[in-house]
């Protein structure tokens, strides 16, 4: 019998040593960057792509920029600003299908 409440002190004591270890308490805050920061950064960078087709644009209308910058400036605006509306659309997708659910 002695036994017994001794493993079964030893069971709870093992138990409480594994509740406390580091991991398990509270955090105060995120570790990395949050989903808001990498959407800022990710729109400032089309925004300096779209900056960038138009500058380019820009030097080709007076002649001073060579052809295939000009072409490559604006597809990869072009990829950012497609980039963008897909994720703007699966936003609103998830947001819908959340409304959907019932409650």
């Excluded at 002649?63 to 659309?89: H, K, P």
Aim: proline content about 3%.
């Amino acid at each position: 019998m002695l036994n017994n409440i001794a493993n079964a002190i030893t069971a709870y004591r093992q138990a409480h040593d594994n509740a406390v270890d580091p991991g398990m308490e509270a955090r105060s805050g995120p570790v990395g960057k949050s989903f808001a920061d990498f959407v800022t950064n990710f729109v400032d960078s089309a925004k300096s792509a779209g900056v960038a087709a138009e500058s380019a644009t820009v030097q080709a209308v007076n002649g001073s920029a060579d052809l295939n910058e000009v072409v490559t400036a604006v597809a990869n605006a072009e990829i950012m600003l497609q980039t963008v509306v897909t994720v703007r659309d699966r936003v609103i997708q998830a947001y819908q299908e959340i409304l959907k659910m019932p409650i």
